[in-house]
């Protein structure tokens, strides 16, 4: 039995997801990275999107321009919003379109910083985290693992992502090991 797809068409719904996106990664993010993130499974249709942008600028979302692209920043507003509303979004939805959006921003940070390994963090409801971790292949730049874990608050999430970050080449050399035939 195929999973329906969830659809976002609420304008301010699409708001309120921008601003949970770019605080769960708790970095800005570029037009081009919301569009490719909440395209995902036609989540968000790309008008939709646009207007939704167009919406958070005037009091949810702080506008950079960085390398002739425009990247979105929270506000305090955008946090409060994130926080406050952004439980109200299916936890499906918030689930693979944070996974979605950790693969995104690893991968564009990666190829600017020639890094191959990116974790980042996310706090859920119950006051647990998801630890999202990604390696990319150093020869192919793709991804070569994603590892979800689950925390059971952000001082261990903190932990696990310091333990990771700190000790890159050993944890892909583990997971190497572990999944070689």
């Not at 974790?119 to 409801?125: C, G, M, Q, S």
Request: proline share 2%; glycine share 4%; with cysteine.
């Amino acid at each position: 039995m195929e999973v329906p797809k969830i659809r976002i068409d609420d304008i301010d719904d699409i708001c309120v997801l921008i601003c949970y996106l770019i605080y769960s990664l708790g970095c800005p993010l570029s037009t081009s990275q919301l569009a490719e993130i909440t395209s995902l499974d036609e989540a968000v249709n790309y008008f939709d999107l646009s207007n939704a942008l167009e919406k958070v600028r005037i009091n949810l979302c702080t506008e950079t321009f960085v390398d002739g692209e425009t990247f979105y920043a929270n506000t305090p507003q955008g946090i409060k919003a994130a926080r406050d509303l952004g439980a109200s979004l299916p936890l499906s939805i918030r689930e693979k379109l944070f996974r979605e959006a950790v693969r995104v921003y690893t991968r564009d940070a990666m190829k600017k910083k020639g890094s191959f390994l990116s974790v980042r963090y996310i706090k859920n409801a119950d006051s647990t985290c998801t630890v999202g971790i990604t390696v990319m292949d150093e020869i192919t730049a793709r991804q070569k693992y994603y590892v979800a874990v689950t925390a059971k608050n952000e001082q261990e999430a903190d932990i696990i992502k310091h333990k990771v970050s700190s000790d890159s080449k050993s944890f892909a050399k583990y997971l190497d090991d572990y999944f070689d035939k």
